[in-house]
């Protein structure tokens, strides 16, 4: 199976930062790839998929980069609500695997 | 709109039994896969295999294989996952969620609200 191993597991940011959360495929998954955001207590929600395609009703400071092997999720202008877990998952095979998530925190 | 509704929370003891429920609504639900999604607690998410309702097809994840059943019941619109026989190890919250496949999108677009199970002596 494909494995997806992001980086970092967590960070510190304030209010306004721009963060960054990379994700990286065993094997390339052309752009099959997937980020959700995941609130305590809370069902996971689609932010991107395709790599870099927008969810609709997800607000335009996420944006989604990438293909083969590495990808990124970048979050501009953090609001307080961005503070969550964030995984990506690939789809490109049958089976498909998260990462193990990155939990972004405020400063 | 649509939504999947599943079922309240279990405690169980080892050994026990469990069948929990995914409903569907707003949607045809027979025409789309539905994945089940394992999350320990203070874990990520573990991706444990999806069901076509329509037909039944399944795949899992062969780390489930054998371990789980999904079943789905169309003429009511719900998935199923179940266990022969609990262990502590399936302690977690069970997430079903609807698969969107269309043009370059395939993801889990729509999730339930989750079933935690607990599996304690």
């Known amino acids: 199976d494909t494995q997806m191993t992001q980086s970092p597991s967590s960070l510190s940011a304030s209010v306004g930062d721009t963060v960054t959360i990379t994700c990286r495929a065993s094997?390339?998954?052309?752009?099959?790839l997937n980020w959700y955001q995941q609130k305590p207590g809370k069902a996971p929600k689609l932010l991107i998929y395709?790599?870099?395609s927008l969810e609709s009703g997800v607000p335009l400071r996420f944006r989604g980069s990438g293909s083969g092997t590495d990808f990124t999720l970048t979050i501009s202008s953090l609001q307080p609500e961005d503070f969550a877990t964030y995984y990506c998952?690939?789809?490109?095979?049958?089976?498909?695997?998260f990462g193990q998530g990155t939990k972004v925190e405020i400063k | 709109e649509v939504q999947l509704v599943q079922s309240g929370a279990e405690v169980k003891k080892p050994g026990e039994s469990l069948k929990i429920s995914c409903q569907g609504s707003?949607?045809?639900?027979?025409?789309?896969?539905i994945g089940w999604v394992r999350q320990m607690p203070g874990k990520g998410l573990e991706w444990m295999g999806i069901?076509?309702?329509?037909?039944?097809?399944?795949s899992y994840n062969p780390s489930f294989q054998g371990q789980v059943t999904m079943s789905a019941d169309k003429s009511i619109s719900t998935a199923y996952l179940q266990w022969s026989s609990l262990r502590a190890s399936d302690t977690a919250t069970y997430y079903c969620?609807?698969?969107?496949?269309?043009?370059?999108?395939?993801?889990?677009?729509?999730w339930g609200q989750g079933t935690m199970v607990i599996v304690s002596s």
């Open positions: 069901i076509f309702p329509a037909d039944s097809d399944t």
């Open positions: 395709a790599a870099s």
């Open positions: 707003g949607y045809r639900f027979s025409s789309y896969w």
């Open positions: 969620a609807k698969r969107e496949m269309r043009g370059v999108k395939d993801a889990f677009h729509i």
């Open positions: 094997q390339t998954i052309s752009t099959s």
């Open positions: 998952q690939q789809s490109n095979s049958n089976h498909w695997t």
